[in-house]
T-cell receptor, first 114, second 113 residues
Framework: GESVGLHLPTLSVQEGDNSIINCAYSNSASDYFIWYKQESGKGPQFIIDIRSNMDKRQGQRVTVLLNKTVKHLSLQIAATQPGDSAVYFCAEIMNSGGYQKVTFGTGTKLQVIP | EPEVTQTPSHQVTQMGQEVILRCVPISNHLYFYWYRQILGQKVEFLVSFYNNEISEKSEIFDDQFSVERPDGSNFTLKIRSTKLEDSAMYFC???????????FGEGSWLTVV
């Protein structure tokens, strides 16, 4: 079946370094993708999204890259800070039958070492 | 910044009891969702709601679950007879349109004992 998954379950980075979190997806019909950040005991927090017709999108300290050829999505965080420590989910969104179907990946835990 | 709010933040209930989880979506949003996350697992879709009716529901959303929008602001999830396996964090989410990002609340942590 269609699925969204993550390559690395845990990523440790030094404060100040750049982080790259990866995600593989299998549904080429997805309309767009979102990266969410989830801190312990809290809800998913929207970080950035990218439409399926785009290759790259930049936000504040974050960049999302979409490679449709290999069905790969990545989140780059520049100058990683301790407050970036959280679980990051990629989510695949398809507009289906009048609603948005959001399929989450399993998540990557980012640990920032001070 | 507008946000989705949920109550209660944490509820402990005995198996077999009814539970109602409440959500106030962002005011100009029209699409509403419930998701759940069992501890240590990924977020799972439960149900979507638009125009006062269910648009889609997952296999998790069985006859024990129901949703309602009793007034213009609240969106509720009811579990009629809770089971131990219903213990999870339940997230409400809302979106302005089918083309826009959906935003999540902070969640309601349900513990069934």
């Amino acid at each position: 079946g269609e699925s969204v998954g993550l390559h690395l379950p845990t990523l440790s980075v030094q404060e100040g370094d750049n982080s790259i979190i990866n995600c593989a997806y299998s549904n080429s019909a997805s309309d767009y993708f979102i990266w969410y950040k989830q801190e312990s005991g809290k809800g998913p927090q929207f970080i950035i999204d990218i439409r399926s017709n785009m290759d790259k999108r930049q936000g504040q300290r974050v960049t999302v890259l979409l490679n449709k050829t290999v069905k790969h999505l990545s989140l780059q965080i520049a100058a990683t800070q301790p407050g970036d420590s959280a679980v990051y989910f990629c989510a695949e969104i398809m507009n289906s039958g009048g609603y948005q179907k959001v399929t989450f990946g399993t998540g990557t835990k980012l640990q920032v070492i001070p | 910044e507008p946000e989705v709010t949920q109550t209660p933040s944490h509820q402990v209930t005995q198996m077999g009891q009814e539970v109602i989880l409440r959500c106030v979506p962002i005011s100009n949003h029209l699409y509403f969702y419930w998701y759940r996350q069992i501890l240590g697992q990924k977020v799972e879709f439960l149900v979507s709601f638009y125009n006062n009716e269910i648009s889609e529901k997952s296999e998790i959303f069985d006859d024990q679950f129901s949703v309602e929008r009793p007034d213009g602001s609240n969106f509720t999830l009811k579990i009629r007879s809770t089971k131990l396996e219903d213990s999870a964090m339940y997230f409400c989410a809302s979106g302005r349109s089918i083309q826009n990002t959906i935003y999540f609340g902070e969640g309601s942590w349900l513990t069934v004992v």
